[in-house]
């Protein structure tokens, strides 16, 4: 009950804040379609900020333990790799493991049950159980190019995902539409 009021109180703030900046917003030339479009994007970034600040708080991760990056992503250290090692270059390819969870469960809109697996590298079922991107080739969801041009061989950081850097308003197979995502991912090599 406590937690569907929280979240009912949220949306009525960020439909409020559109609201008054909607007007702000629109700019001239943009068909109708595009103003609704940056219109539905500009509310979840507010509402998805907001899901991933409760699932920070849920999990005591303080302002110390994440970076937030312009765009809205997040990234949670879980250990880092070497030292020396230098930050994944767009072009390069990067071989990760990682589980995918939902911030919330989609079935209840009230429930923020993260322990619901919507894919993982592991059942993918080649040997390293992992998956081989090249970073920036749009080859992935716009978070994960985002992280990986952030993190290193032998990084593990759990990645926040907004929905307007995931599936957004569409979803995708048994993704919802604008569902914010957490991977826990890591890089085992890149070449």
Known sequence: MKTGFKRSALVRVAVALLAVAAPALSGCGKTDYAKQQEQHQNEYKVIDDGLIQAYL???????????????????????????????????????????????????????????IIFDNSTDRRVPCGCLSVTVGASQVIKGWDEALLLMKKGDRKLLLIPSYLAYGPTGSGTIPPDEPLAFDMEVLDVR
């Open 57 to 115: 708080t849920r999990h005591n991760i303080t302002a110390s333990g994440y970076t937030r990056t312009e765009s809205g992503l997040y990234l949670v250290k879980i250990s880092d790799g070497p030292a020396a090692g230098e930050n994944i270059k767009g072009g390069q390819q990067a071989d990760v493991k990682y589980v995918g969870r939902y911030l919330r469960d989609p079935a209840t809109s009230n429930n923020y049950n993260e322990t």
